[in-house]
């Protein structure tokens, strides 16, 4: 196995972590315990459920840390296609890492405010149930500022993989879509929540690219044309 083979495959499984992480808070956890519009349900079921909620959090810290390391090891794995497209790119993608650290605040504020009855004394129970809702609402804005850089990222990324023929191109282009799935919903979630639905839907489809992306590194790895057409190495 060559060392670009070698090394993209590793970027493919890191991918992949994100991929299967990145989920539990973002779809799970709000699939399983929140009730639209019933702050009191929501609040029993997180504090029910008390240790699968505190795994999101954790989920969250984890998946800023893998962010990290696939934005280096895509950096490392591009670099000497286009050194200052991947600077870019890291650039973009290190953005994500701070964002998921911040965001689990909301997450321990909503806890604390369920499970806040004694120094929450002096505020009711449905006073409580609003801090909690204010908070896990504050997280969802936050997500929908963070598909700012979700999307940004992977317009650099997309343009190395089109650049360094080791990759097929179409998944290059597929990212480019994917980028602009991302901008879609951060505008939609910011500017126009009423048709935040709306847009996800249409948007689903072209995030796939992510995951296509990853799992031709881990199957296929990366290999330079044999047409002599690769981009050539830059230092």
Known sequence: MTTLKRDARIVGLIYLALIVSAPFRLIYI?????????SATTAHNIA??????????????????????????????????????????FVFGFMDTPLYFFNTINDVGALLAVNGADFLASFSQAQREGLMTLFLRMHGEAISCAEMFWGQWLFPLAWLVIKSRFVPRLLGYWLILNGLAYLALCVSGVVFPAVEDTVSQFAFPLQLAEVAF?????????????DGLAMPARS
Do not use: Q
């Open 30 to 38: 709000p699939g399983a315990l929140f009730v639209h519009g019933d």
């Open 214 to 226: 990853a799992l031709w590194l881990v199957i296929m790895g990366a290999k330079p044309r044999a």
């Open 48 to 89: 029910s459920h008390e240790l699968m909620f505190r795994l999101g959090i954790f989920g969250d810290l984890v998946t800023g840390v893998v962010s990290l390391l696939l934005t280096f090891s895509l950096y490392h794995l591009f670099k000497d296609v286009d050194k200052k497209l991947a600077a870019l790119m």
